[in-house]
């Protein structure tokens, strides 16, 4: 599925958020408090947009490796990443975000923007993000939640059911990737949820900080 959608998944990102996603991705980075010498892993990466975010920020990561399963994605990211002349810097690895091809206390922060709830074992990405990290490694996670507000709420989960969807397929020739978006969305833990969850895997300093009224979350958290 998204290897199917990958030839138009950043025009559909930008388009279905109203550009907000770049925001959100942004302000992922600037959690982390880069200081310019940080190794930084992107997992669930995709197209690379976050990891092309984490190397042109200023203090940027000095190194990024980012990893997915999905080949059409990272044959995408790559093409992005050669455009902006950062192929020294990035490098793109298909992997699996439970079983990392990545040395133990290796990286100094960690991002996952909207891949977490597309991980069949969470549990387990977050035991491998705890082996990867380095002593006092900084993780950063974003994901899209439903907002809390009645209000907001209501309006969200029409956009989100009814509108996106139909935009997605559109747009994407796919019949069943924008369906799955809500889906995948409703049936991943609520922000308490997935505090506890990282809680419960060792980390420390956990957080989930409401983005946008609330549709999506920022996750920050630290290894001890």
Same mark, same amino acid.
């Given at each position: 599925?998204?290897?199917?959608?990958?030839?138009?998944?950043?025009?559909?990102?930008?388009?279905?958020? !109203?550009?907000?996603?770049?925001?959100?991705?942004?302000?992922?980075?600037?959690?982390?408090?880069?200081?310019?010498?940080? +190794?930084?892993?992107?997992?669930?990466?995709?197209?690379?947009?976050?990891?092309?975010?984490?190397?042109?920020?200023?203090?940027?990561?000095? /190194? &990024?490796?980012? &990893?997915?399963?999905?080949r059409a994605m990272l044959k995408v990211g790559r093409t992005k990443v050669r455009q902006n002349r950062l192929d020294?810097?990035?490098?793109?690895?298909?992997?699996?975000?439970?079983?990392?091809? #990545?040395?133990?206390?290796?990286?100094?922060?960690?991002?996952?923007?909207?891949?977490?709830?597309?991980?069949? /074992? *969470?549990?387990? !990405?977050?035991?491998?993000?705890?082996?990867?990290?380095?002593?006092?490694? +900084?993780?950063?996670?974003?994901?899209?939640?439903?907002?809390?507000? *009645?209000? &907001? +709420?209501?309006?969200?989960?029409?956009?989100?059911?009814? #509108?996106? *969807?139909?935009?997605?397929?559109?747009?994407?020739?796919?019949? #069943?990737?924008?369906?799955?978006?809500?889906?995948? #969305?409703?049936?991943? !833990?609520?922000?308490?949820?997935?505090?506890?969850?990282?809680?419960?895997? /060792?980390?420390?300093?956990? +957080?989930?900080?409401?983005?946008?009224?609330?549709?999506?979350?920022?996750?920050? !958290?630290?290894? /001890?």
């Open positions: 599925m998204f290897d199917a959608i990958a030839g138009r998944y950043d025009l559909l990102n930008h388009l279905l958020s !109203a550009g907000i996603d770049r925001v959100w991705r942004r302000r992922a980075i600037r959690a982390l408090a880069l200081s310019g010498s940080e +190794r930084v892993l992107d997992l669930c990466t995709g197209t690379a947009d976050v990891a092309i975010e984490a190397r042109t920020a200023v203090p940027a990561a000095a /190194r &990024v490796v980012g &990893v997915d399963f999905a020294d810097t990035i490098s793109l690895v298909c992997g699996d975000a439970t079983s990392l091809p #990545v040395a133990t206390a290796s990286v100094d922060a960690v991002t996952i923007a909207f891949g977490i709830r597309n991980v069949e /074992r *969470p549990e387990a !990405a977050c035991d491998e993000i705890h082996r990867v990290l380095r002593p006092g490694g +900084r993780l950063a996670v974003l994901e899209f939640a439903i907002p809390r507000s *009645p209000l &907001v +709420r209501s309006a969200y989960l029409i956009y989100f059911r009814l #509108v996106l *969807p139909r935009i997605g397929r559109l747009l994407s020739r796919h019949s #069943v990737a924008y369906d799955y978006l809500p889906a995948s #969305v409703g049936a991943f !833990a609520t922000p308490d949820e997935f505090e506890k969850i990282l809680t419960n895997h /060792r980390f420390v300093e956990v +957080r989930a900080d409401p983005l946008t009224l609330g549709i999506v979350f920022l996750y920050t !958290a630290r290894k /001890r």
